[in-house]
T-cell receptor
Framework: DTAVSQTPKYLVTQMGNDKSIKCEQN?????MYWYKQDSKKFLKIMFS???????INETVPNRFSPKSPDKAHLNLHINSLELGDSAVYFC?????????????FGPGTRLTVL | GQNIDQPTEMTATEGAIVQINCTYQ??????LFWYQQHAGEAPTFLSY??LDGLEEKGRFSSFLSRSKGYSYLLLKELQMKDSASYLC??????????WGAGTKLIIKP
């Protein structure tokens, strides 16, 4: 009965490759997010998405793109991977129609680019 | 711009009390959250404040002063398992969470 799940948990790949990380939530939330947490442990929002709009952090390179096949899934595609993309990526979800916007996080995907 | 400030690291002794401060400047305010994150794990929700005052939940309490743009998380009767990073996050006018960099709390025996 996992609330927010991500796959894979670990991803090791070569520079220049294209990879995807999958995220699913079974909480019935309408908004999902992708965060990047680098070695300094700072949690940086990359995208937030619901069925109405996609909000992109303008500092995110366009090599990163979210894909949402339905309300319960938000996948992250990364093209032409670079060394600086190595980090832990967290997916999260919440109900955003209310003021109370508690976010529930997935277990994270540790991406290592060689 | 939007900004959340909290100390980078704190050290405390098992059994003691520690207060982790957070100051914020955001466009709008829709509540302040504290999350706990153990090394290698996902952040998990600890507390939420939207009105001024103290919210108590077991060994953990969180305080908010909206006029001062200030919050603190108070941890009592510290246990070794409380060693973790504590993240302060504020909901802005777009209901997006703006995150602080986190405070790494080290508990010593």
């Amino acid at each position: 009965d996992t609330a927010v799940s991500q796959t894979p948990k670990y991803l090791v790949t070569q520079m220049g490759n294209d990879k995807s990380i999958k995220c699913e939530q079974n909480l019935g939330h309408d908004t999902m997010y992708w965060y990047k947490q680098d070695s300094k442990k700072f949690l940086k929002i990359m995208f937030s998405y619901n069925n109405k709009e996609l909000i992109i952090n303008e500092t995110v390179p366009n090599r990163f793109s979210p894909k949402s096949p339905d309300k319960a899934h938000l996948n992250l595609h990364i093209n032409s991977l670079e060394l600086g993309d190595s980090a832990v990526y967290f997916c999260a979800s919440s109900i955003v129609d209310e003021v109370y916007n508690e976010q529930f996080f997935g277990p994270g995907t540790r991406l290592t680019v060689l | 711009g939007q900004n959340i400030d909290q100390p980078t690291e704190m050290t405390a002794t098992e059994g003691a009390i520690v207060q982790i401060n957070c100051t914020y400047q955001t466009s709008g305010f829709n509540g302040l959250f504290w999350y706990q994150q153990h090394a290698g794990e996902a952040p998990t929700f600890l507390s939420y404040n939207v009105l001024d005052g103290l919210e108590e939940k077991g060994r953990f309490s969180s305080f908010l002063s909206r006029s001062k743009g200030y919050s603190y998380l108070l941890l009592k009767e510290l246990q070794m398992k409380d060693s973790a990073s504590y993240l302060c996050a504020v909901g802005d006018s777009n209901y997006q969470l703006i995150w602080g960099a986190g405070t790494k709390l080290i508990i010593k025996p």
